[in-house]
């Protein structure tokens, strides 16, 4: 167990609509992550939050947003949800005093969503 | 931006025998260097890491090596056994921030 929660475990939804994926990182980590592992992209960044602000900016859809709550959690919202979207997503927390990265990233066990 | 490419894309040896698993990055701005096992529908697994200026790094049976002239990393695991079977992931940092992952490596250990 890293120590970094996500909900739900699963998610199945249809194409065209809206869902948010929830996000608590280890205790004491200011910096998240979102990741997207899908079959043919493997694992890509998405984007990083750092004590409540957007840190760095992957491969991330205009039809996605993000944002970090001043309890540190974070929610990663998907909307217009196409069949392409069907992914893990997978959040992770980082040790980093700064924001800056260059340190260890734990993974959350990850939100399975389905889109059909 | 970064891109990290990772050899071989799947990996078969038997038991007690070593296996690499080698990496490269663009970017020379890179710092930081981890490697991660993945489980069929589980979460990547930090295993070992190794920044920039150290060269070598060693945990029991796992080591990585950083070329940072050549821009490559390997991962090298001794005396394989069967539950070293994963999906190994290579990342690298650059500008320090996010994870850039390669495509990973399917490793199967044989008894």
């Known amino acids: 167990d890293s120590g970094v929660t996500q909900t739900p475990k699963h998610l199945i939804t249809a194409t065209g609509q809206r869902v948010t994926l929830r996000c608590s990182p280890r205790?004491?980590?200011?910096?998240v992550y979102w990741y997207q592992q899908s079959l043919d992209q493997g694992l890509q960044f998405l984007i990083q939050y750092y004590n409540g602000e957007e840190r760095a900016k992957g491969n991330i859809l205009e039809r996605f947003s993000a944002q970090q709550f001043p309890d540190l959690h974070s929610e990663l919202n998907l909307s217009s949800l196409e069949l392409g979207d069907s992914a893990l997503y997978f959040c992770?927390?980082?040790?980093?005093?700064?924001?800056?990265?260059?340190?260890?990233?734990?993974f959350g066990p990850g939100t399975r969503l389905t889109v059909t | 931006g970064e891109n990290v490419e990772q050899h071989p894309s799947t990996l078969s040896v038997q038991e007690g025998d070593s296996a690499v698993i080698k990496c490269t990055y663009s970017d020379s701005a890179s710092n930081y260097f981890p490697w991660y096992k993945q489980e069929l529908g589980k979460r990547p697994q930090l295993i070992i890491d190794i920044r920039s200026n150290v060269g070598e790094k060693k945990d029991q049976r796992i080591a990585v090596t950083l070329n940072k002239t050549a821009k490559h990393f390997s991962l090298h695991i001794t005396e394989t056994q069967p539950e070293d079977s994963a999906v190994y992931f290579c990342?690298?940092?650059?500008?320090?921030?996010?994870?850039?992952f390669g495509k990973g490596t399917t490793l199967s250990v044989s008894s």
């Open positions: 205790s004491g980590d200011l910096s």
């Open positions: 992770a927390s980082s040790t980093s005093r700064t924001g800056t990265g260059g340190d260890e990233q734990y």
């Open positions: 990342a690298a940092t650059p500008g320090g921030t996010a994870l850039i």
